[in-house]
């Protein structure tokens, strides 16, 4: 189980059509994830950061949908800068082999689905 609510299987059948349910989701996982990471000093910063620029794409992407077609792109280069690092202190935990397993290889599954949707866009958009 991914939470204390829903299975891998359950979500992608609830959330992988509905873009913003998607990244909402992946954002609490992110968190119920990081409260599984060790507890000593040096991890902090990779709570932090996760934390940090995993929620910050779902709320960019949130932002984007009342913005001008201009502000619409800007805000969707947020997301993919925040998505890629995001990848990136992913990538440093998976590493590391800390945290559920579980979740951490569901979210490292799920945050490169997430870059290669937000690419997609945005090299649809590049040829508007």
Do not use: C
Request: aromatic share 10%.
């Amino acid at each position: 189980m991914l939470s204390a609510n829903i299975s891998v299987k359950d979500w992608q059948a609830k959330y992988a059509n509905n873009l913003h349910e998607r990244l909402l989701h992946f954002s609490v996982i992110t968190i119920e994830f990081l409260g599984t990471l060790p507890h000593q000093r040096e991890y902090e910063v990779l709570r932090s950061q996760l934390a940090k620029s995993a929620t910050s794409i779902g709320a960019n992407y949130e932002e984007s949908q009342y913005a001008t077609y201009r502000e619409f792109i800007a805000k969707l280069r947020i997301v993919m800068r925040e998505a890629v690092e995001t990848q990136y202190w992913l990538k440093i935990i998976n590493t590391m082999q800390i945290g559920d397993s579980t979740k951490r290889t569901w979210l490292v599954t799920e945050i490169s689905e997430i870059v290669k949707m937000f690419g997609a866009i945005l090299s649809k958009l590049k040829g508007d």
